[in-house]
């Protein structure tokens, strides 16, 4: 039985091995973190992955729109704190946010996810899941979301990751953490700035074991935009704005 909605806080512990032991907090730590909250409070929620699977369906990550004010370091502790915030469309939106030791916010997102059935792998209503209370009425860490991305112009080839073992999850896919981590590494050092900033992800088609993909970037959009490609087929893409 579902639970009453509420926020859920969620405490990591920064290690160096989340900041690549001398570098800055990676993309991949940043959305394990994010990931493993929205994970817990689902399952809370009487709706976790788990719950979803017995019944032929799964959670799949749809959009992102995510905003960095600064980001912790090694050693520091942190909590993603995470609820329930609606439908939209076919998505069931869900905001995060994660704050330091002293509750000040560092990062602010708002997701998008996707109902999807497993055998036929359609998205279905969220509504035939999410019952109307299952809603946490707080104000979007993100007031201005936007979860569409700009259509890259003519990209230019940054690398070629190839989808292991390690990057497949539940679904039998690249998992969402991965294909962040590619968008965001796919733009240049010299186009950084001093550190990401904004962050808005479209995911478009699963990435399979074994597949080879083309991380790919341009100017454009606030900033840079990025995108993984197999061959032609769209993956994902993404939009980012560097301070």
């Known amino acids: 039985m579902n639970q009453t909605a509420r926020p859920l806080d969620v405490s990591y512990a920064v290690h160096g091995f989340d900041c690549g032991y001398g570098s800055g ?27 979803l699977q017995a019944e032929g369906r799964t959670w799949m990550l749809s959009r992102i729109d ?7 370091e090694p050693g520091q502790r942190a909590a993603v704190r995470t609820w329930p915030a609606g439908t939209e469309r076919l998505f069931a939106l869900r905001d995060l946010v994660m704050l330091d030791a002293a509750g000040t916010p560092l990062v602010r997102a708002v997701y998008a996810y996707l109902v999807v059935d497993l055998a036929a792998r359609r998205p279905l209503r969220p509504e035939r899941l999410l019952s109307p209370d299952m809603k946490v ?25 190839v989808v292991r073992p390690a990057c497949i999850d539940h679904n039998g896919h690249a998992n969402n953490a991965w294909l962040i981590d590619w968008l965001v590494d796919a733009v240049p050092r ?14 478009a088609a699963e990435a399979l074991e074994g597949e080879k993909l083309g991380a790919r970037w341009a100017r454009g959009g606030a900033g840079v935009l990025s995108e993984l ?9 993404a939009e980012t704005v560097w301070g």
Do not use: K, W
């Open 25 to 51: 907090f990676r993309v991949l730590s940043l959305a394990n973190f994010l990931q493993e909250a929205a994970g817990l409070s689902a399952s809370e929620l009487g709706i976790g992955m788990e719950h």
């Open 66 to 72: 995510l905003r960095v004010d600064a980001l912790p």
């Open 137 to 161: 009425d707080l104000p979007h860490p993100v007031p201005d979301y936007r979860h569409a991305v700009p259509a890259a112009p003519e990209t230019a080839l940054s690398f070629e990751p």
């Open 190 to 203: 010299a186009e950084r700035g001093s550190g990401l900033r904004e962050l808005r992800v479209e995911f």
């Open 229 to 237: 490609r197999r061959g032609t087929d769209l993956v994902a893409r």
